[in-house]
């Protein structure tokens, strides 16, 4: 039995910068151990390297040449960040290097090239497009949790037969949710009388506590505790079609589709709410297991008895369909592209070169954060 994996790739690259450490043009060549057989991703790592080359950064130019080569080796496709961790290893050793060659501080170099938090949407002249993003703010959030002016101060401190001591930067983009159908998403849900939620999706997770997610999605939107919410996936015979979790789709399309059918959900279920409680259904809140009248909290149903009225034909109001059961679509119009900033300190053995990690931090754009 074989599968592919996603690494085997060789980068080297040239930089044109300015006296004051301005990235003005980049020269990268990318060669890529293929290995025995093409998969329909097998390209991907490398387009995916030469195209978010740039990073973070503002670069102007850009010449990029990639070779991917067969072997007999295990295949190589679309695998853990598809070509991102390799273009961003390379441009964030490249400004360090710069860094040392002119005399800079590396935090310093990466705040001059940065893209501003004010040119956003940005498009790279490679022609990726950053939707949004404030890389400085990130950077200086993680310098300050790490504390580096105080290790770089330990640093010039140490003795020459002292272990040495690093300090280490990088930032990086990442985008999420891939293109074509892959942008495409389904999702279906169903409210039965007890007020149990089960929730349909095409997204089969492995690990990544989808079923844990989508049931906060559930529980956020309808009042109800997420132990009320049964997530079923990976099954063809109850959801036939479904694209998985690939490019970190799960949450972004899989999710959205979700919380477009939730939304349906809840329109049906606060029309159903303002008649049993003589108002507006603009004026319906759903917590806690309870639907209230928002202008007169004292009036309220359990959720589990609004459920029970969508089932009952002499309960519910003229025109409406009983039952509660909805499905929606979402496609992602754009890959969004997060961002974030790590740094470190380590301490190196002189003699044995092992190295010792003192502290580490990790500043990220999560975005909008479903499970905290």
């Known amino acids: 039995l074989l599968t592919y994996q996603g690494r085997g790739m060789s980068l080297d690259m040239e930089a044109a910068?300015?006296?004051?450490?301005?990235?003005?043009?980049?020269r990268v060549s990318i060669v890529a151990d293929l290995g025995a057989y093409f998969y329909f991703t097998t390209p991907f790592p490398l387009f995916n390297a030469a195209r978010r080359?740039?990073?973070?950064?503002?670069?102007?130019?850009?010449h990029a040449q990639i070779l991917g080569v067969i072997t007999n080796k295990t295949p190589t496709a679309a695998y853990r960040g598809t070509g991102s961790p390799e273009?961003?290893?390379?441009?964030?050793?490249?400004?360090?290097?710069?860094?040392?060659?002119?005399?800079?501080?590396?935090?310093?170099?990466?705040?001059?090239?940065?893209?501003?938090?004010t040119a956003f949407p940005y498009t790279t002249c490679t022609g990726v497009v950053y939707d949004s993003g404030d890389y400085a703010k990130a950077l200086e959030r993680a310098l300050e949790l790490v504390d580096y002016p105080g290790w770089?101060?330990?640093?010039?401190?140490?003795?020459?037969?002292?272990?040495?001591?690093?300090?280490?930067?990088?930032?990086?983009?990442?985008?999420?949710g891939a293109g074509g159908e892959h942008r495409i998403e389904s999702a279906r849900v169903t409210i039965d009388s007890t007020g149990h939620v089960d929730v349909y999706t095409g997204v089969s997770p492995h690990g990544q506590g989808t079923e844990t997610t989508f049931a906060q999605i559930v529980a956020d939107t309808l009042g109800v505790d997420p132990k009320d919410v049964r997530v079923l996936h990976s099954d063809s015979s109850?959801?036939?079609?479904?694209?998985?979790t690939s490019a970190s789709r799960g949450v972004i399309i899989g999710g959205s589709a979700v919380h477009l059918a939730l939304q349906e959900a809840r329109q049906k279920l606060s029309f159903i709410a303002s008649k049993l409680l003589n108002c507006p259904s603009a004026d319906i809140v759903f917590q806690e297991g309870q639907v209230l009248n928002q202008l007169v909290p004292a009036e309220t149903i359990a959720f589990v008895q609004l459920a029970a009225t969508a089932y009952d034909a002499g309960s519910m109001p003229q025109g409406i369909d009983l039952?509660?059961?909805?499905?929606?679509?979402?496609?992602?119009?754009?890959?969004?592209?997060?961002?974030?900033?790590?740094?470190v300190a380590v301490e190196v053995n002189q003699d044995t070169l092992a190295v010792k990690i003192l502290r580490y931090v990790g500043v990220h754009d999560c975005g909008q954060i479903i499970n905290p």
């Open 17 to 26: 910068v300015s006296n004051d450490g301005v990235l003005l043009g980049i």
């Open 87 to 117: 273009a961003a290893f390379c441009i964030e050793r490249t400004l360090d290097l710069i860094a040392i060659e002119l005399g800079l501080d590396p935090a310093e170099v990466r705040r001059r090239n940065y893209v501003p938090a």
């Open 152 to 176: 770089q101060e330990k640093a010039r401190q140490r003795k020459p037969n002292e272990p040495y001591l690093g300090i280490g930067l990088a930032t990086f983009i990442k985008s999420s």
């Open 323 to 343: 039952g509660l059961d909805f499905e929606n679509e979402y496609t992602l119009p754009q890959s969004p592209v997060s961002f974030g900033a790590h740094a």
């Open 53 to 62: 080359i740039t990073g973070p950064y503002q670069v102007p130019a850009v």
């Open 238 to 244: 109850i959801f036939p079609h479904g694209i998985g």
